[in-house]
């Protein structure tokens, strides 16, 4: 992966301005608007509007991290319509596939929802500067609403990657010395809540909210995440004393809540901010947010200086 698509900083975290400086460099060097005609090799239909789409897409699946976004060209649209960002959900550089799942909720996604086996989609990507990754055998807590969870599970994938046979189970005597992983999912309905079996396949613990009670905790996902930290008697591991880190992609309501915990925890939390966009490489300022910056506050490109920020920088 060349420098200019490396987006995953290595723990302890850089502080937003070198984060932002890095991130405005690669995006703005062209590199990462790099395109690339994918071949569907699968849409799978996973209920519930939501669509599970393979793509052969070998350039873009070797450069991609956890946390990035390809920027979709719909084929089904005019060509003049904007790209739809998606987050990348698994990517497989030695088969050259790339995973994304998405739910059908307005004209692109429904468009997107009818190509076929074999068709041509245009990606640009990967976008955005990821997630980083926790150091190795650090207990990971990743919260997730709707599909939020797609790139929380490429995360899971690469954390479990470096970890060399292990699964996310948590022994909690911390013998392996490898934490846990957990995934906190929520969602209106159980059809809500995506990709459980493929977490738990890689021995991820599921904790699910719904807010109706079909599955799991009735509730927001801060429930079972409240209740998770009170069982075992607070934030840090009961045998490596160590603080897990928390990874969040969803609505901004529970990205805040997270925010909001993880800075009264003193946990590092990385959030990814869903937001409507239109260029995605950080050149029409259509998706600016306000981040603190020291004792200031700066405003910032959400497809170009993210989608992740660490806690405490996004102003609510
Ligand atoms: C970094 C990033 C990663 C994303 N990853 C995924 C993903 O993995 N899977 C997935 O299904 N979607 C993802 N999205 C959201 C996805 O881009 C939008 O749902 C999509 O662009 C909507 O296009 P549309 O033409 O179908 O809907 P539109 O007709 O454009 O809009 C339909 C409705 O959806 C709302 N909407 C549109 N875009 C967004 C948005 N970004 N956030 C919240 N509401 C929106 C509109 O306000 C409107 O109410 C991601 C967005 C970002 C910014
Ligand atoms: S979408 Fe254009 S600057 Fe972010």
């Known amino acids: 992966m060349s420098a200019a698509t490396a987006p995953v900083s290595a723990f302890p975290a850089p502080s937003f301005r070198e ?46 991290a956890p946390g990035q976004f390809v ?17 990348v959900c698994d990517a497989d550089p030695a088969a050259g596939v790339l995973t994304l799942v998405f739910k059908i ?17 245009d990606l640009m990507g990967p976008l955005g500067n990821g997630f980083p990754l926790p150091p190795a055998g650090a207990e990971v807590l990743l919260v997730g609403g709707g599909y939020g969870v797609a790139p929380l599970y490429f995360l899971a994938r690469k954390v479990l990657d470096g970890r060399d046979g292990q699964d996310g189970r948590d022994g909690l005597d911390g013998r392996d010395g490898q934490g846990g992983i957990h995934l906190f999912v929520g969602g209106r309905t159980k059809e809500d809540l995506l990709l459980l079996d493929d977490f738990r396949a890689l021995g991820v613990d ?14 927001l996902v801060t429930a079972p995440l409240d209740a998770w930290f009170a069982a075992r008697g607070g934030v840090v591991h009961p045998a490596t004393a160590a603080k897990p880190a ?10 805040r809540a997270i925010d909001e915990r993880a800075q ?32 200031a506050t700066a405003t910032v490109r959400v497809c170009a200086d993210g989608p992740v920020f660490p806690r405490g920088r996004i102003v609510w």
């Open 246 to 255: 928390l990874f969040a992609c969803g609505p901004a309501p529970m990205l």
């Open 71 to 87: 920027h979709v060209r719909v084929p089904a649209l005019d060509a003049s319509a904007m790209r739809r960002p998606v987050s």
């Open 264 to 295: 009264a925890l003193g946990a590092d939390a990385w959030l990814s901010l869903d937001r409507r966009m239109l260029c995605g490489v950080g050149a029409c300022l259509g998706c600016t947010q306000v981040v603190r910056d020291g004792d």
């Open 206 to 219: 599921v904790h699910p909210a719904t807010d109706d009670g079909s599955l799991g905790t009735k509730g």
């Open 19 to 64: 984060g932002a400086s890095r991130a405005q460099t690669a995006a703005d060097s062209g590199a990462r608007r790099a395109t690339e005609s994918a071949t569907v090799l699968s849409l799978e239909d996973l209920g519930a509007g939501y669509r599970r789409l393979r793509l052969g897409a070998p350039a873009t699946a070797a450069a991609a």
């Open 105 to 121: 909720v307005g004209r692109g996604t429904a468009a997107l929802a009818t190509v076929r086996e074999g068709d041509r989609v």
